[in-house]
T-cell receptor, first 114, second 110 residues
Framework: KAGVTQTPRYLIKTRGQQVTLSCSPI?????VSWYQQTPGQGLQFLFE???????NKGNFPGRFSGRQFSNSRSEMNVSTLELGDSALYLC?????????????FGPGTRLTVL | KQEVTQIPAALSVPEGENLVLNCSFT??????LQWFRQDPGKGLTSLLL?????REQTSGRLNASLDKSSGRSTLYIAASQPGDSATYLC?????????FGKGTRLSVIA
């Protein structure tokens, strides 16, 4: 069974640009969550999607948005990039709600903002 | 607000030693606790998931325990190997999204 995949693996952008990251969950998983990982703040929750609906949202500005498609694949978008957005962005999938189920993580997308 | 703390932040042990990693959380109203391993620059690998009704889970050389009332979990690694070198993270699941600790960076010296 294929694991969680994320594309692209690495991205370099400049301030002010926007970026879209993609996540394909494990087959049959309906919940996709996104996290930002930085050395200073650790892992912080961005949002969770379940059946194409955003179910939870973390404490991030509106520049961070996401969506989920009918095949459970998810994308997150960051607009007007800032230097502080440089981070490893991780996607995780779970069978149903992340609350009760084991979460499986992808390899991440390393975003560098110059 | 749930807070998760992992002590120590870093640990270096000789190969073959048994070791314990600690995780504490402030709100005992949790649904589960999950231990992960992260290699440098990589994603997270799930090691063990303990539901709130369980006291421990085992997988190979790993054993995780959960004491909800005291807000603690431990990850026991038996007969450590250099390949166990990584950062170990615990995450608590409640009626809010997973809350992660900052991790323990483990180095196993051959």
């Amino acid at each position: 069974k294929a694991g969680v995949t994320q594309t692209p693996r690495y991205l370099i952008k400049t301030r002010g640009q926007q970026v879209t990251l993609s996540c394909s969950p494990i087959s049959g998983h309906r919940s996709v969550s996104w996290y930002q990982q930085t050395p200073g703040q650790g892992l912080q929750f961005l949002f969770e999607y379940f059946s194409e609906t955003q179910r939870n949202k973390g404490n991030f500005p509106g520049r961070f948005s996401g969506r989920q498609f009918s095949n459970s694949r998810s994308e997150m978008n960051v607009s007007t990039l800032e230097l502080g957005d440089s981070a490893l962005y991780l996607c995780a999938s779970s069978l149903e709600s992340h609350v009760y189920n084991e979460q499986f993580f992808g390899p991440g997308t390393r975003l560098t903002v110059l | 607000k749930q807070e998760v703390t992992q002590i120590p932040a870093a640990l270096s042990v000789p190969e073959g030693e048994n070791l314990v990693l600690n995780c504490s959380f402030t709100d005992s109203a949790i649904y589960n606790l999950q231990w992960f391993r992260q290699d440098p620059g990589k994603g997270l690998t799930s090691l063990l998931l303990i539901q709130s009704s369980q006291r421990e889970q085992t997988s190979g050389r790993l054993n995780a325990s959960l004491d909800k009332s005291s807000g603690r979990s431990t990850l026991y690694i038996a007969a450590s190997q250099p390949g166990d070198s990584a950062t170990y993270l615990c995450a608590v699941g409640g009626n809010t999204p997973l809350v992660f600790g900052k991790g323990t960076r483990l180095s196993v010296i051959a």
